[in-house]
């Protein structure tokens, strides 16, 4: 799929086709020579189109407790960044091929794929490490540059390779190779570079954030070593080529840092691993006889723990309730606030229907994890299941006075004043959602429709709300086409 196949230069062809409504613009300088280029807040425009183009057409996980974690990872190293006013967004595609990356406005997407072939968390890190650095070193406006001294011919034939490939992607991606040939011996030198600044950098981050900085070079070699078995390399070597003395390069830094130092990798990355090998299978069973044969051969190992959880999740997901159960309950038995273990083992009380057990777990949970939003957005569905939608609405409102709501949140919302009768707040609800989703337009037409309808009719305090959040979506809308982004 040309989405993801070519990623870097995608995004490349986006800024170059929207070149001339950029520069057009008054945008404010921010202190570098991209500043007369990119705006910040045009790119973070951009880069939600770009999500918006991402969720239409690839498999993004939802899953709270697999979003809340690759987001912990993100922020934790953007935490520990020279630049760390820049927003980021992080996300997971289900996607078992190696690639990452990342496009402006700080959005930065992995493949499921690089959590299921990573050894350890900092490897894992690293690779997150250095797409953050193409964001805050601000390569993409740098590439940005460059491409605007391209050719218009060039420029046009590379637009209509992206309106080929709407129609034909195969057809699209061939006349895409073939514009992007003449480019590449332009653009070879300054991508290495590029790459070789998101590996030093990227790995101060590592180490600054408590990770292993030879988590980095180790899924290099790794790649490396692999690619060389396949008769097709992974997607992230094609899009961040590695070379020997690259390589060498990177184990080289990470030597510079301290050994015994004991760095901070979580237990969590085991059990996020298990849940991303069982969506990774299309047939629950093979799931089942893979957590099976690793449990024999691995019995002793220290992800056992994190096997055996897979097993039951593996199990619930074929329909043997009794059998995850009695693995739930052991792992339970050795570690009872172990959080996975509570979620997944409500969530197969919620399955079999049995709700107040599936209640008292969450509350527990949540008693132990207070506003940890798995817990809330995953208690919500049960409520929802269990059609208990103004506990839903009680429970959504209370994390949503102090959490910034997300797509998942406006989504439960909106079911729950739906099937509690409340059709007004159910609109404004999917109002959010359809925001958050980059349908600014739809946004505002939704909230209109809410203040013409007779039946209900929206009272004084609702119709006051909608007004003031129609106007900052107004705003918000007329940003977006004088920027070009939308007609």
């Known amino acids: 799929m040309i989405f993801f196949n070519h990623i870097p230069l995608l995004i490349l062809i986006i800024l170059s086709s929207t070149a001339n409504a950029v520069t057009t613009l008054d945008l404010p300088d ?7 280029i990119l705006s910040p807040e045009f790119e973070r425009r951009l880069g939600q189109a770009f999500l ?8 993004i996980i939802t899953d709270p407790e697999v979003e809340t974690y690759i987001q912990s990872i993100g922020y934790r190293l953007v935490s520990h960044s020279d630049n760390n006013t820049q927003a980021f967004t992080f996300f997971i595609i289900n996607d078992r091929s190696i690639n990452a990356f990342a496009a402006p406005g700080g959005i930065v997407g992995i493949n499921s794929g690089v959590i299921l072939n990573a050894s350890n968390e900092s490897e894992l890190a690293g690779v997150i490490a250095h797409e953050i650095t193409h964001v805050t070193q601000k390569h993409m406006a740098r590439s940005f540059e460059m ?10 034939a590379m637009l209509a390779a992206i309106l080929i490939a709407t129609q034909n992607p195969e057809a699209g991606q061939a006349a895409l190779l073939a514009v992007q040939g003449g480019a590449v011996q332009a653009q070879i030198n300054f991508t290495r570079s590029n790459e070789a600044e998101a590996d030093r950098i990227g790995m101060q981050l590592l180490y600054r954030a408590g990770f292993n900085p030879r988590g980095m070079p180790g899924f290099f070699e790794k790649l490396q070593k692999n690619s060389r078995y396949a008769s097709q390399a992974p997607e992230f070597l094609r899009t961040h080529p590695l070379t020997v003395n690259r390589i060498a390069d990177a184990r080289s830094r990470s030597e510079s840092y301290p050994l015994d130092k004991k760095y901070q990798e979580s237990i969590n990355f085991e059990f996020i691993r298990s849940k991303l090998i069982v969506m990774a299978y299309k ?5 089942v006889d893979f957590f099976q044969q690793k449990l024999e051969t691995e019995r002793f190992g220290d992800n056992f723990a994190a096997l055996r959880y897979g097993y039951a999740l593996a199990l619930m997901e074929a329909g043997d309730y009794r059998q995850a159960g009695e693995h739930l309950q052991a792992l339970l038995a050795q570690d009872k606030e172990n959080i996975s273990y509570m979620l997944a083992t409500a969530d197969l009380e919620t399955r079999q229907g ?17 506003d940890y939003r798995p817990v809330i957005l995953s208690y919500s569905k049960a409520l929802l299941e269990a059609r208990l939608p103004n506990r839903a609405i009680e429970l959504l409102q209370k994390y949503g006075k102090f959490r910034e709501p ?17 059709k007004v707040e159910s609109s404004i609800a999917h109002s959010g959602w359809y925001y958050l989703s980059g349908e600014t337009r739809v946004a505002i037409e939704q909230l209109r429709h809410v203040l013409r309808q007779r039946n209900p009719k929206p009272d004084y305090y609702q119709q006051e709300r909608i007004m003031a959040r129609m106007d900052f979506l107004e705003q918000e809308l007329q940003i977006e086409i004088d920027f070009k982004l939308v007609r």
């Open 354 to 370: 049995k709700y107040q057990q599936a209640f008292q777990i969450y509350e527990q949970a949540e008693n132990i994890y207070p």
């Open 52 to 59: 918006s183009q991402v969720r239409k057409q690839a498999n």
């Open 406 to 422: 997300d797509l998942i949140y406006y989504e439960y919302l909106a079911r729950a004043e739906a099937e509690a009768g409340n």
């Open 30 to 36: 921010i202190g570098d020579s991209t500043g007369s």
């Open 283 to 287: 047939n629950p069973r093979d799931a």
């Open 147 to 156: 491409q605007s001294k391209m050719s218009l011919p060039m420029m046009a």
